[in-house]
């Protein structure tokens, strides 16, 4: 995790997102074989939602690529010439046991922003995502919802270029989902590569740009939405869609 | 956050100035506990300190630990009960000069029913005797103070090597003692000095005493510039000859307990 | 006599007079410089024990651990050889100053605040580590952001380190000399008045110092439940 050393810099380049290439991918514990191997290249503008029954490895495909594991084989590799800043967003949010605005601005301060510029840059991250007035409350005592929120407005704050959120809809009401949809949107306009899992077929179809379909620590297909919800390529893919348990 | 670490370095150095911002005129003197207890010190160290202006700070502990504090050079002077030691202490060199500065006595102290019959011994060996016969408690301080020498040789001298569930080594001070004596009704052997202002005696009494035996001297010593050149011997001679001076003579005459006198100035 | 020594506490706190007041001025200044430092030198280490992994890192928590239960007089012992003249930093002069009594409790209380802090970093570490490696953190910057994190059990712990230092006797009676007016605190006078037999008037000391202990206490307990409450 080196990628993370560049200072924010504002406004947003609208440039192409950068690229993701996993190569013969595999990640192994005590012996066994829990992803890969696995090759694939994200590229496309997407979203890109990774989707699969449980056990797929959706997780562990988002933590290799976000550098949170380590790959036992193979190479994960980022166009450009270094890795480009990321941020994650987990299913159950963390969020220190401080203000909403101070996890903000401890953020920040971990990504070498300004002192100066902290506040300013996070109140701007809590007003964007409907948090202003929380701003001062402890961030523990917030609702589900609003702690998501809050954990998008601090991915926001530090102006990633790819965001990997994993199953960050899974704990919540209607209401709360329909708000971090919008700002996956809000993140895929800016120009960030979105790299979501989800157990929800139709949020799926609402946001995907294309779609990695896993099963048993394999990608079976890669393909664009639209084809992937019509035509599935693959047969545990058809059988996911189809509402059967695939193994 | 940066706020809370000055405050803590702000305290830090108050606190520090605090313990350094002490007076350098003084002397570390190590003594009984017995001069302590009895309440001597407090009365005749403000009148060394008026006389003088040197501050004297004692350090009071069993006589053993007083001179294992003076062979390391923990003490700037010493004041101890235990003559033969503090004459092997200056052979050793540790110290260059010993003097007689006062006496107590020691008295033996036990329940009121007196079971051994020690009120009625003609000398201090019959009452130990007489204790060891009957086989009654009998507490020890068992800590190797001068109190603690004094009546190991008090034993010897009454032909009786003390032992078995009756003789209790404590292996504490002479408050302490007294405590655990008066607890379980146990002979002790005290300095009178230490039991005299000794207020929790339940069911204990001084039940014998005046034997020449049971003098017990206390001697000052000028610890040796050689050994410790850095101890304040300038200071320290200066409160050694102020105990032997005339002044320092009555001052331990004048200290009274309940009007009775407790220590004995005998310097010569 | 017990019920007099109520009387007796209640009298001494009422007509605070001047030697007692020093006594328990000291006591409170020993003991919360003891604990201060042994809190800037043992919550880093605690905090350090939990985050790095290095070849005897069991070994250090288990000697943690168990020096949690150190002695006392031991550690008093210990403070003295060192400080004695004859030891080798006896040419400081440290020793019978409340200075020496300061490093003995530091010792005493150290281990307590770096064993419970280590246990304490080490749990949120679990639940923070995913989003601090996102984050990109050193394992030097969690080390702030954790014992930040983990402040109103620190405050329980420092508490338990304040209790150990303030109720010790063995380690600043053998450094501290126990010397009337310049060494002298609550616990060492305690022990000097019941070796005169003055049982009402330690019992009163006791009491007094219970009472100065529980109300740090109290004190810190409404702080941090306050706090704690809002934090949620």
Redo the contacts between chains.
Sequence with gaps: MTSLNVPVNRPIELSAPPSLRFDNVEFNLLGHQLFGPCSFTLDGPGPTLVMGPNGAGKSLMLRLAHGLLAATEGAITWSGDQTPRQAMVFQTPVLLRRSALANLTHALAVNNVPRKRRAELAREALARFGLSSCADTPARVLSGGEKQRLALARAWALSPSVLFLDEPTSALDPAAIKDVEAAVQEFHERGTRIVMTTHDLHQARRLAGDVLFLAGGKVQEHTPADIFFSAPASRQAQAFLSGELVA | ?KKTLNL?LA??TT??L???A?ADDYI?LAST?ST??SGL??SILPKFEEATGIEV????VGTGQAFELAR???ADSLLVHDTAGEKRFVENGFATERADVMYNDFVLIGPKDDPAKIRKAESAAEAFSAIAEAEAPFASRGDDSGTNRAELRLWENAGVEPGGSWYRELGS????T??TA?GMDAYVMSDRATWV?????QNLELLFSGDKVLFNQYGSLLLSEEK?P?LKHDLAAQWHNWLLSEEGQQAIADFKVDGQQLFFPNAQ | MEENAFYVALSLLVNLDASLYQIVVLSL?VS??AV??AA?LGFPLGAAVALWQFPGRGGVIVALNALMGLPPVVAGLGVYLLL????PL?ELGL?????AM?IAQVILVLPILAALSRQKVEELLGEYREQFVSLGMSKARMM?TLL?DARFALLTILLAGFGRASAEVGAVMMVG????G?TRVMTTAIV?E??????PLALGLGIVLLTLVMAINATAYILSETAKRRMG
Excluded: C
Aim: charged residues 15%.
């Design positions: 956050m803590v305290a830090v606190m520090g605090t313990f350094s002490q570390t506990t302590q207890n010190f407090d700070r004692v350090v009071a390391r050079g923990d001070g002479m408050g302490p007294l405590n008066a202002a000794f207020e929790n005696r410790h850095h | 200044q919360l410089v201060l430092i800037l004695s003249r004859a030891g006896g020793l019978f100053t409340p200075g300061v702030p930040w000399g126990n010397i009337d310049v000097l019941t070796s005169k037999g003055a049982l």
